[in-house]
């Protein structure tokens, strides 16, 4: 029984051994390593206010149906496209409660290594759901340093 342990034990390390990234032939990684840092304190205010603004650009573009806008932030890493099917999908949900009527910031909260930002959104109402004219909701938006740069790196509706 020892025998049959240490033979699946070796086995599992050997499968994960070599499993993993795969390098090129110079030696070098296949795929860019996507480094999350955390925000240094120096670095804090700055990218909480950057945050702020890409938080309020994101929340205009889904007000407005405006992909491009939503496109041209610095939402995921590079090799992760912020698409039109995944903007159409949180419209969707949007135009459900009658489109956005007004947002505000609430604050944010430090939740390492990323930033997570917070508004208020209010609703016109729908005939489906006229009831949501009188809800409000909260939208989150996370943010990060990746290789660097200060990103989105999540967002959506909280639920309630």
């Keep these: 029984m020892k025998f049959s342990k240490y033979y699946l034990l070796t086995v599992v ?18 795929e860019p390593k996507v480094k999350i840092s955390e925000i240094p304190s120096i670095q804090l205010g700055a990218v909480v206010a950057q945050g702020r603004t ?3 650009k994101l929340l205009q573009a889904y007000q407005t149906n405006d992909y491009k806008l939503a496109e041209s932030l610095n939402i995921g890493d ?35 290594p990323t930033r997570r930002l917070f508004w208020k959104v209010s609703f016109n109402g729908s005939e489906k759901v006229p009831a949501a004219a009188d809800k409000d909701m909260l939208f989150e938006v996370r ?10 790196v999540g967002f959506g ?3 309630y």
Excluded at 144 to 149: F, S, T
């Design 54 to 56: 890409l938080g309020e």
């Design 143 to 152: 943010i990060a340093v990746l290789n660097g740069n200060c990103r989105i």
């Design 78 to 112: 590079d090799k992760n496209k912020f698409s039109q099917a995944r903007f159409d999908r949180l419209v969707k949900v949007f135009n459900q409660f009658g489109g956005i009527k007004q947002y505000s910031y609430m604050g944010d909260m430090n939740m390492k």
């Design 157 to 159: 509706l909280l639920p």
């Design 13 to 30: 390390l050997a499968a994960l051994a070599s499993a993993g990234c795969s390098t090129t032939a110079d030696g070098k990684s296949g």
